[in-house]
T-cell receptor, first 113, second 115 residues
Framework: GDSVTQMEGPVTLSEEAFLTINCTYT??????LFWYVQYPGEGLQLLLK?????DKGSNKGFEATYRKETTSFHLEKGSVQVSDSAVYFC????????????FGKGTKLSVIP | NAGVTQTPKFQVLKTGQSMTLQCAQD?????MSWYRQDPGMGLRLIHY???????DQGEVPNGYNVSRSTTEDFPLRLLSAAPSQTSVYFC??????????????FGQGTRLTVV
């Protein structure tokens, strides 16, 4: 079946530090890959996505590249802000006719001034 | 734009009580789903629906029922609440479930405590 593995949190960074959150996956088909973000007290919202190998998704300074050879989709940001404090979820939707989004367990990021 | 609306936001139940969590979307989305979020477990799929009148089980369906009589609404019923159902519940919808790059839109969540 499909699965997503994210680095364990929580992650605490100082403002303007570089962020990497690792994500690897296994999938039965050719998946699309997503990063969702959950701000405190809110639902999840799409941060970025990539639909084929070597695609780079980007939004709000965050980037992730679809690496088929390493089955990875690591999230990066060059300079984090306090407002980036949230829980980040890596997810996939398999291309094998599945309706389901499969999520990682989430990584909580705290950015301190 | 309302998007996906969940009610209530908070609920406390006694063991054995029943209740319905409401979910409505105004985007004419075909696919709707319910997840529960527990610490260290991420989001786990409870039930999903690919259209009005069609529902199916996800990863953790026991203790929950769903129905989809209209495109807009997808209520989740707890028949006899148990403390193990204490969780945060999210409803999500997507335009087309069969398209693999389709974005899911989430409601704000319902925090349920069963005592």
């Amino acid at each position: 079946g499909d699965s997503v593995t994210q680095m364990e949190g929580p992650v605490t960074l100082s403002e303007e530090a570089f962020l990497t959150i690792n994500c690897t996956y296994t999938a039965t088909g050719y998946p699309s890959l997503f990063w969702y973000v959950q701000y405190p007290g809110e639902g999840l919202q799409l941060l970025l996505k990539a639909t084929k190998a070597d695609d780079k998704g980007s939004n709000k300074g965050f980037e992730a590249t679809y690496r088929k050879e390493t089955t990875s989709f690591h999230l990066e940001k060059g300079s984090v802000q306090v407002s980036d404090s949230a829980v980040y979820f890596c997810a996939l939707r398999s291309g094998a006719g599945s309706y389901q989004l499969t999520f990682g367990k989430g990584t909580k990021l705290s950015v301190i001034p | 734009n309302a998007g996906v609306t969940q009610t209530p936001k908070f609920q406390v139940l006694k063991t054995g009580q029943s209740m319905t969590l409401q979910c409505a979307q105004d985007m004419n989305h075909e696919y709707m789903s319910w997840y529960r979020q527990d610490p260290g477990m991420g989001l786990r799929l409870i039930h999903y629906s690919v259209g009005a009148g069609i529902t199916d089980q996800g990863e953790v369906p026991n203790g929950y029922n769903v129905s989809r009589s209209t495109t807009e609404d997808f209520p989740l019923r707890l028949l006899s609440a148990a403390p193990s159902q204490t969780s945060v519940y999210f409803c999500a919808s997507s335009l087309q479930g069969k398209v693999r790059n389709t974005e899911a839109f989430f409601g704000q969540g319902t925090r349920l405590t069963v005592v």
